[in-house]
């Protein structure tokens, strides 16, 4: 099963790539034989993510920019076609959450949310896409969220967001797809990362959201790293333009969640 994926000697970039699902990303990736470009706004922890993998016996480039400002993403593009080759994969992952109510939020946040989330992911795939031309293939994995199918309250930005990102990923098959490029989304549920670290702080709380899981379980970055190495490899090659849910189940709890006396104690109470 050595190679399996076939993405030994390749080039992948993942955005994100200094913390939670990106950086697992890149580390699976780095695991597969690839060479990674690691992208990130925060210049300091991807370096060291970067040199950490290095350190292991991977090649990878740490790439400091902001992934909403297009002009900075493809001139790291271009970086990084010349350090390491054209791109077959791009992972698009760098993400943010702003809490607020719909009626409450400001501007600045809505924008933030939608200019990094959903524009960005653009930005990305638009100045990566010429690397894949020049291959004859390539494949672009959009991590969006079980938030894109489900509004929760305080998380409108944020869901409209991720929402966009599956419309995106599916026009983005529909026009790149004749040219060789595939693309995907992964909708991760609920994954312990920096992104939700505060919430796990609270006593209890990870039993009450493994309580309403399937699997009984928080999700951890490599169950989404997985995934998404495979989107990225040619073992998915028929698979464009699709929503893989990775959420151990918990889109389908929803009428457990419904009062039923006698019959669904285990969601209600916590139970294992
Ligand atoms: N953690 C979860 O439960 C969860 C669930 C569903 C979806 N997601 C999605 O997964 C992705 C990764 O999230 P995570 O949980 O690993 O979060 P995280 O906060 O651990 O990592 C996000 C990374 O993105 C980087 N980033 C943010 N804005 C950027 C920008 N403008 N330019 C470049 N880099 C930027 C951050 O510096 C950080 O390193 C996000 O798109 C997130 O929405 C996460």
Redesign the pocket.
Known sequence: MNNWLGLAGKTCAV??????????IAEALVAAGASVAL????AE??QLVSDRLNTAGGKTLAVA?????EAAVRAAADRIRTQLGPCSALI??????RAAPLADVSLSDWNSVL???LT?YLFCARSFAPHMRELGHGSIVN?????ALNPQTNSGA?SAS?AG?LLLSKQMAAEWGPEGIRSNA????????????KFYEEPGFEKKRAAVTASRRV?E?ED?ANVAVFLASDRAAYVNGAELLVDGGMDCMLMDLVPRPGFNTQAATGAH
């Open positions: 955005t994100g790539a200094a913390s939670g699902i990106g950086a697992a992208v990130d706004r925060n922890g991807v920019i902001d992934t909403s400002d698009n992952n760098a993400g943010l959450l200019a990094v989330n960005g991590v969006a969220s079980i938030s944020y991720k990102v992964i909708c991760p549920g609920m994954i312990r990362t920096a992104l939700s670290a999700g970055p989404i």
